[in-house]
Nanobody, 130 residues
Framework: EVHLVESGGGSVQAGGSLRLSCTASGVTLDDSNMGWYRQAPGNGCRLVSTKRSDGSTDYEASVKGRFTISQDNAKNTVYLQMNSLKPEDTAVYYC????????????????????????WGQGTQVTVSS
């Protein structure tokens, strides 16, 4: 059975930093394309960062230069380092392991998690105050 568990969310002031973690069991994250998604209240679900199985990464324009996705294979964990946080980054953040499916940053979905689309964690809340 596959489980992904996110952690590291919280409340910070604008300009602050958080590091989200996504730890998996039952699946090797290094073998899978990974995505970090977020959903703000009243909004859809948006893919903001990806890490492909070849190690390449990509970022949606609004987070590029501020967020960094990385991985610790020994811990089977993917991270999202978020710096210079803004109030508009407030959302529930989800990680997903999607196997060989190609992900396109900036893609919108009606809601997170996306049904029948890879393995997802439960989400972690990030709140950024001004």
């Amino acid at each position: 059975e596959v489980h992904l568990v996110e952690s590291g969310g919280g409340s910070v002031q604008a300009g602050g930093s958080l590091r989200l973690s996504c730890t998996a069991s039952g699946v090797t994250l290094d073998d899978s394309n990974m995505g970090w998604y977020r959903q703000a209240p009243g909004n859809g679900c948006r893919l903001v960062s990806t890490k492909r199985s070849d190690g390449s990464t990509d970022y949606e324009a609004s987070v590029k230069g501020r967020f960094t996705i990385s991985q610790d294979n020994a811990k089977n964990t993917v991270y999202l380092q978020m710096n210079s946080l803004k109030p508009e980054d407030t959302a529930v953040y989800y990680c997903a392991a999607v196997g060989s499916v190609t992900l396109y940053v900036g893609s919108w979905y009606s809601g997170c998690p996306v049904v029948d689309f890879g393995y997802w964690g439960q989400g972690t809340q990030v709140t950024v105050s001004s």
